[in-house]
């Protein structure tokens, strides 16, 4: 094939709103989210055979790592909608400008949040949580996890311009990288296996940065290697343009402020469960590992929506978009019944698989039913925002998320802390969040105001 062809074969970056090219964006972010997940899964589920205080202390310094990666994560998601409108257009070098702009940006970010989590972490668990074994535990954790923040924000820098091109499938390849390593190294250095030192929550810390160093080095590697994207421009940093960040600043700022926030007000949730008892929040962590699970897939859809309603846009294909957001609410769904119907078969599989201990994965049963309950809610809402998100319009995206992110904290602490409630009840308030904030989204999007 000559090569100019074979260029148009694999770099078609003009995407079509139908089912089969739905599917061919999102099936490759769907495995490049479960090795994330199956990252905290594999910590919970050896971490649960290291005892509760090291299970609950995983939720705590695990949530507030991933405060902070969604922060990079926001960046990465603003450049992926720019690019993606550049791919609409069909111009290649914009998203080669645009994707270095954004990996010198998230390497600064890097090692602000590196030096936020070595010393500023500590006085914070401290001061928040009142068990003085889970405060030990937690920043036992943070100290050796934060090397991993340089590496997944690469990766996201990655993800964010592969999903632009619509060449998600490098996506899943890394995902295999990183899920292969994390198993085996948390594996020897939690429990002391392959001949490593069993380090317990340490081990877990540094099994889960060593794996994404690996995972950020091969998408490196392979995008060097892959000759074919040359025409893109990466890794030039030779025509750095102030308006190029700026532009980026500009519409992911917005995003930064909802990711804050909205992972903030997580943290924020197993704060208040670690009032109600060390038992309540090692509960909790087990169906926060399995609800994590539960939403990889959904998530695939919603990057995906976030990049394809950009690239709808750029093409001046906007009529298009409501059509695109109802059919991935429509698969969406869809991947969300057969999720619930396959978890009926045997109800505690995945519980099973985080906690060793019998008692604790009946204890965690009445709220798994509530999370798979928010599914459904879940699998509409974040397709809802995300298409809001793609149009360009962030900052409608982040008022929806401070309005229910206030709703949200309100139940919880009302629930928690002030009602001391059972944790099914605490967890309702998932169902909520997500009820509220897809009604918004979607009442935005029918108004088309977002054309203007």
Same mark, same amino acid.
């Given at each position: 094939?000559?090569?100019?062809?074979?260029?148009?074969?694999?770099?078609?970056? /003009?995407?079509?709103?139908? @089912?089969?090219?739905?599917?061919?964006?999102?099936?490759?972010?769907?495995?490049?989210? &479960?090795?994330?997940?199956? +990252?905290?899964?594999?910590?919970?589920?050896?971490?649960?055979?290291?005892?509760?205080?090291? +299970?609950?202390?995983?939720?705590?310094?695990?949530?507030?790592?991933?405060?902070?990666?969604?922060?990079? $994560?926001? !960046?990465?998601?603003?450049?992926?909608?720019?690019?993606?409108?550049? *791919?609409?257009?069909?111009?290649? /070098?914009?998203?080669?400008?645009?994707?270095?702009?954004?990996?010198?940006?998230?390497?600064?970010?890097?090692?602000?949040?590196?030096?936020?989590?070595?010393?500023?972490?500590?006085?914070?668990?401290?001061? $928040? +949580?009142?068990?003085?074994?889970?405060?030990?535990?937690?920043?036992?954790?943070?100290?050796?996890?934060?090397?991993?923040?340089?590496?997944?924000?690469?990766?996201?820098?990655?993800?964010?311009?592969?999903?632009?091109?619509?060449?998600?499938? %490098?996506?899943? @390849?890394?995902?295999?990288?990183?899920?292969?390593?994390?198993?085996?190294?948390?594996?020897?250095? !939690?429990?002391?296996?392959?001949?490593?030192?069993?380090?317990?929550?340490?081990?877990?810390?540094?099994?889960?940065?060593?794996?994404?160093? &690996?995972?950020?080095?091969?998408?490196?590697?392979?995008? %060097?290697?892959?000759?074919?994207?040359?025409?893109?421009?990466?890794?030039?940093?030779? #025509?750095?343009?102030?308006?190029?960040?700026?532009? !980026?600043?500009?519409?992911?700022?917005?995003?930064?402020?909802?990711?804050?926030?909205? $992972?903030?007000?997580?943290?924020?949730?197993?704060?208040?469960?670690?009032?109600?008892?060390?038992? #309540?929040?090692?509960?909790?962590?087990?169906?926060?590992?399995?609800? $994590?699970?539960?939403?990889?897939?959904?998530?695939?859809?919603?990057?995906?929506?976030?990049?394809?309603?950009?690239?709808?846009?750029?093409?001046?294909?906007?009529? #298009?978009?409501?059509?695109?957001?109802? /059919?991935?609410?429509?698969?969406?769904?869809?991947?969300?019944?057969?999720?619930?119907?396959?978890?009926?078969?045997? !109800?505690?599989?995945?519980?099973?698989?985080? *906690?060793?201990?019998?008692?604790?994965?009946?204890?965690?049963?009445?709220?798994? @039913?509530?999370?798979? =309950?928010?599914?459904?809610?879940?699998?509409?809402?974040?397709?809802?925002?995300?298409?809001?998100?793609?149009?360009?319009?962030?900052?409608?995206?982040?008022? &929806? #998320?401070?309005?229910?992110?206030?709703? @949200?904290?309100?139940?919880?602490?009302?629930? *928690?802390?002030?009602?001391?409630?059972?944790?099914?009840?605490?967890? =309702?308030?998932?169902?909520?969040?997500?009820?509220?904030?897809? +009604?918004?989204?979607?009442?935005?999007?029918?108004?088309?105001?977002?054309?203007?």
């Amino acid at each position: 094939m000559p090569p100019h062809l074979r260029w148009q074969f694999f770099f078609n970056v /003009k995407v079509e709103a139908t @089912y089969p090219n739905i599917w061919k964006i999102s099936y490759p972010i769907m495995l490049g989210g &479960i090795a994330q997940t199956i +990252l905290h899964l594999t910590d919970t589920m050896f971490l649960a055979r290291v005892g509760e205080v090291e +299970l609950g202390a995983g939720a705590v310094a695990g949530v507030f790592y991933f405060v902070l990666v969604m922060l990079g $994560m926001a !960046i990465a998601i603003g450049s992926q909608i720019l690019m993606s409108r550049k *791919a609409g257009e069909g111009n290649k /070098k914009e998203i080669g400008f645009l994707f270095d702009h954004c990996t010198l940006i998230l390497w600064s970010m890097s090692i602000v949040l590196f030096l936020l989590m070595q010393f500023g972490a500590p006085a914070l668990f401290r001061s $928040m +949580l009142q068990s003085e074994d889970v405060q030990q535990a937690s920043v036992d954790f943070i100290k050796y996890r934060s090397y991993g923040i340089f590496f997944i924000l690469t990766t996201h820098a990655f993800r964010s311009f592969y999903t632009s091109v619509s060449q998600t499938r %490098i996506i899943s @390849y890394s995902a295999i990288v990183l899920t292969g390593s994390n198993v085996i190294l948390a594996y020897g250095m !939690i429990l002391g296996k392959f001949g490593f030192q069993a380090e317990g929550i340490v081990g877990a810390g540094k099994a889960s940065a060593i794996s994404e160093c &690996i995972a950020a080095l091969y998408l490196i590697v392979y995008t %060097i290697l892959k000759k074919d994207i040359n025409e893109f421009g990466l890794f030039k940093f030779s #025509e750095l343009r102030q308006e190029k960040v700026k532009s !980026i600043i500009s519409i992911s700022s917005p995003i930064v402020l909802q990711n804050l926030l909205s $992972m903030g007000a997580w943290f924020l949730f197993f704060v208040f469960i670690e009032r109600i008892g060390q038992h #309540e929040l090692a509960i909790s962590n087990v169906v926060r590992a399995t609800y $994590m699970v539960l939403m990889t897939p959904i998530w695939g859809y919603s990057s995906a929506t976030n990049s394809m309603v950009s690239n709808l846009i750029g093409q001046g294909r906007s009529d #298009e978009v409501l059509d695109l957001v109802k /059919k991935i609410i429509k698969l969406s769904l869809l991947t969300t019944a057969v999720i619930c119907l396959l978890n009926l078969i045997q !109800i505690d599989f995945l519980l099973a698989l985080t *906690a060793s201990d019998l008692q604790l994965v009946a204890d965690a049963l009445p709220s798994y @039913y509530v999370v798979l =309950s928010a599914m459904f809610v879940f699998s509409i809402a974040i397709v809802a925002l995300m298409a809001v998100s793609g149009t360009g319009k962030t900052q409608v995206t982040m008022y &929806i #998320e401070i309005f229910n992110i206030f709703i @949200y904290l309100v139940l919880s602490y009302i629930f *928690a802390v002030v009602m001391k409630a059972s944790l099914p009840v605490v967890w =309702s308030t998932e169902i909520y969040y997500w009820a509220i904030m897809g +009604l918004f989204a979607w009442c935005y999007l029918k108004s088309n105001k977002w054309k203007n």
